[in-house]
């Protein structure tokens, strides 16, 4: 119904950037919010970063300052601009999506992305 594709994951040395990108499709009627969150080995899932579709955004605590997030509601896209990358910062970025989807209901669907592995190392 609904599938979340992620990018632009990959190696890169301490105090590096890199920018993921996330692109949903499928039956949509609107998106309310989408957001990252990442998994180190061994961890929990956090939050990175998330925007609602007024522009609202929220950030963990790990990222504030360096991770910036930004959608284009034309192309139902989500982006995260990595700055000033650690070696903690390694882990695996989920995207998500809530979504509203109309089928033979109006429906609210959360969607996961399959994941994008971000390795912070010399």
């Known amino acids: 119904q609904v599938q979340l594709v992620e990018s632009g994951g990959g190696l890169v040395q301490p105090g590096g950037s890199l920018r993921l990108s996330c692109t949903a499709s499928?039956?949509?009627?609107?998106?309310?919010?989408m957001g990252w969150y990442r998994q180190a080995p061994g961890k929990e899932r956090e939050l990175v970063a998330s925007?609602?579709?007024?522009?609202?955004?929220n950030y963990g605590d790990a990222v504030k300052g360096r991770f910036t997030i930004s959608s284009d509601n034309s192309k139902n896209t989500v982006y995260l601009q990595l700055h000033t990358l650690k070696p903690e910062d390694t882990a695996v970025y989920y995207c998500n999506a809530e979504t509203v989807v109309v089928d033979t209901a109006i429906r609210i669907l959360e969607v996961w992305g399959q994941g994008t592995l971000v390795t912070v190392s010399l």
């Open positions: 925007i609602k579709s007024g522009g609202r955004t």
């Open positions: 499928g039956r949509i009627f609107k998106i309310n919010n």
